[in-house]
């Protein structure tokens, strides 16, 4: 069975200072990670996925990931938060082989403040 | 196209009620999902079609009835639903490998009074 931990419910940071946001997942097979942010009221939108390759994969809107197997943790990182990135992030686990669906970690309110 | 289209964003209905929601995608995905999804929650899983196949079920109450007339369109009926049922109501689509993220609608929230 496969499963993501986001042990954080909500993340405050000043505009301008860098953010994380951390998951943590675990899959019996070698895992494909994704990362999802929800605006209010809107559907889930798409930021980076890891599937191989480089440990550190670039998404949209400055933000980045880092891979630790090691870990079994990807966290979200941007090195300048801004107020406009106050949303709910979703951490989600899709694991190989064998097909399986997304599973969803319980999102992490993300503040950032002026 | 890169979007996926769900009409209408807003229902509110009564628990005697039958009423549709759909949802389209011209990108040539087949595989499309139906979650539903409480506020502050993640989205829980609902139904999978695969290639205009219903492959999941995740245990949903008969009162939903997911229906996909073609790779392009993914309907879920509703009758007779609870006021427990209010929630916003996502639809995704992905290409269905295993490396694909999904891509969601803007959802539909449904209040059922």
């Known amino acids: 069975a496969q499963s993501v931990a986001q042990p954080e419910d909500q993340v405050n940071v000043a505009e301008g200072n860098p953010l994380t946001v951390k998951c943590t997942y675990s899959?019996?097979?070698?895992?494909?990670l994704f990362w999802y942010v929800q605006y209010p009221n809107r559907g889930l939108q798409f930021l980076l996925k890891?599937?191989?390759?480089?440990?550190l994969v670039k998404g949209s809107y400055g933000f980045e990931a880092e891979f630790n197997k090691s870990q079994t943790s990807f966290h979200l990182k941007k090195p300048s938060a801004l107020v406009s990135d106050s949303a709910l992030y979703f951490c989600?686990?899709?694991?190989?082989?064998?097909?399986?669906?997304?599973?969803f970690g319980k999102g992490t309110m993300l503040l950032v403040s002026p | 196209d890169t979007e996926v289209t769900q009409t209408p964003k807003h229902l509110v209905m009564g628990m005697t009620n039958k009423k549709s929601l759909k949802c389209e995608q011209h990108?040539?995905?087949?595989?499309m999902y139906w979650y539903k999804q409480k506020a502050k929650k993640p989205p829980e899983l609902m139904f999978v079609?695969?290639?205009?196949?219903?492959?999941i079920n995740e245990s949903v109450p008969s009162r939903f009835s997911p229906e996909c007339p073609n790779s392009s369109l993914l309907n879920l009926h509703l009758h007779a639903l609870q006021p427990e049922d209010s929630a916003l109501y996502l639809c995704?689509?992905?290409?269905?490998?295993?490396?694909?993220?999904?891509?969601f609608g803007s959802g539909t929230r449904l209040t059922v009074v």
């Open positions: 990108m040539g995905h087949r595989a």
């Open positions: 989600a686990v899709r694991d190989i082989p064998g097909y399986s669906t997304l599973t």
């Open positions: 079609y695969s290639y205009e196949k219903l492959s």
């Open positions: 995704a689509s992905s290409q269905d490998r295993q490396g694909d993220g999904y891509t």
């Open positions: 899959v019996s097979g070698n895992p494909y």
């Open positions: 890891y599937i191989t390759g480089d440990n």
